[in-house]
């Protein structure tokens, strides 16, 4: 009886692992770190079906708290991989992107009052285009750009996703005080994060910087 379970849970486990192959075995997963446990190609195939796994949406919707640190320079909006520090026009344009395995949900990079919310359309019809780093690579990119007058000036904070996407949520209204590391909202299944900020403005980040929101600086202030 002994023989015929060990065989048993063998085949169990062996077939497992070939309904799952090339993905991980649920036997293994809860073992893996989040790259692993979820790899991209599996990722990318549960949004083009439109059906995502109940395990990794939790992870994916995961909201840890945030210590902001001592001081008063601007802090990250959200956590990712800097990209771009590109300079237009006299602003510098922070472009952070984001994982699978991101928490997705952005903050405030300073204290102030949000001045507005703005939606941004997906065919350049408000007067941008490619040539903005965080826009290249999107052919119908849907935003939300939440503008903050601080003290110091103004900044402002974009929320970019796909027009596949399409999923953004942003907790503040214009009028609002907002402190520094405060939430602001969050991108469902997003890649991308815009600050603009003056490019007069020190910025003590650099282009291959991993960032977390509400921690990071953007300024050693």
Not at 85 to 99: C, E, H, M, N
Request: charged residues 25%.
């Amino acid at each position: 009886m002994l023989s015929i379970l060990i065989i048993a849970v063998c085949l169990v486990v062996l077939l497992l692992w070939a309904w799952h192959f090339p993905h991980p075995s649920p036997l293994i997963r809860p073992f893996l770190p989040p790259r692993r446990r979820w790899p991209e190609a599996q990722v990318r195939h549960w949004l083009e079906n439109g059906r995502v796994a109940s395990g990794f949406r939790r992870f994916f919707e995961r909201d840890p708290k945030r210590h902001p640190p001592p001081g008063s320079g601007l802090l990250a909006p959200a956590d990712g991989l800097v990209t771009s520090l590109d300079v237009q026009d006299g602003i510098r344009y922070v472009v952070i992107a984001l994982s699978f395995w991101d928490v997705h949900v952005q903050r405030s990079p300073c204290d102030g009052v949000v001045e507005a919310v703005e939606n941004k359309g997906d065919n350049f019809m408000d007067g941008e285009g490619r040539e903005f780093a965080f826009l290249r690579a999107k052919t119908c990119p849907v935003q939300k750009r939440v503008r903050i007058r601080s003290s110091r000036g103004t900044v402002a904070v974009r929320l970019i996703t796909s027009l596949a996407a399409r999923r953004i949520e942003v907790w503040v209204e214009a009028g609002e005080a907002v402190r520094r590391g405060q939430r602001l909202g969050r991108i469902l299944l997003g890649s991308t994060v815009v600050l603009e900020m003056p490019a007069d403005w020190p910025c003590a980040l650099r282009v291959g910087q991993r960032v977390r929101a509400g921690e990071t600086k953007v300024e050693d202030r």
